[in-house]
């Protein structure tokens, strides 16, 4: 991952753990239920936004990285069948 990429997932990161720490606020206290649930749903989607930028920079680094010699470094070495493999189960999990 690029260091300009890294700093936009953590700068993501800090913000939902705000955002769920305002819904444990929220819950204790006992404010209406759908409020919760919208704050609850926004921290998926920005969950969702942070599993996009991973998985756009393990396909850029580890993926096509691997024949341009741009590998990520803790990128293990695979053929192109087990990368495609690797993309396959690693989405089938983000998508769940």
Same mark, same amino acid.
């Given at each position: 991952?690029? #260091?300009? &990429?890294?700093? *936009?997932?953590?700068?993501?990161?800090?913000?939902? @753990?705000?955002?769920?720490?305002?819904?444990? =606020?929220?819950?204790? *206290?006992?404010?209406?239920? %759908?409020?919760?649930?919208?704050? %609850? !749903? &926004? %921290?998926? @989607? !920005?969950?969702? &936004?942070?599993?996009? !930028?991973?998985?756009? @920079?393990?396909?850029?680094?580890?993926? #096509?990285? +691997?024949? !341009?010699?741009?590998?990520? *470094?803790? +990128?293990? =070495?695979?053929?192109?069948?087990?990368?495609?493999? *690797? %993309?396959?189960? #690693?989405?089938?999990?983000?998508? =769940?």
């Amino acid at each position: 991952m690029n #260091t300009d &990429a890294k700093v *936009e997932v953590q700068n993501r990161l800090r913000r939902i @753990s705000g955002q769920v720490n305002g819904i444990q =606020k929220m819950i204790d *206290e006992d404010r209406y239920c %759908v409020d919760i649930l919208t704050q %609850v !749903a &926004a %921290v998926r @989607s !920005a969950l969702d &936004a942070v599993g996009i !930028a991973l998985l756009t @920079s393990h396909i850029e680094t580890c993926v #096509t990285g +691997a024949d !341009a010699g741009t590998q990520h *470094e803790c +990128a293990r =070495k695979m053929t192109q069948e087990e990368l495609v493999q *690797e %993309v396959r189960s #690693t989405l089938g999990r983000f998508l =769940k």
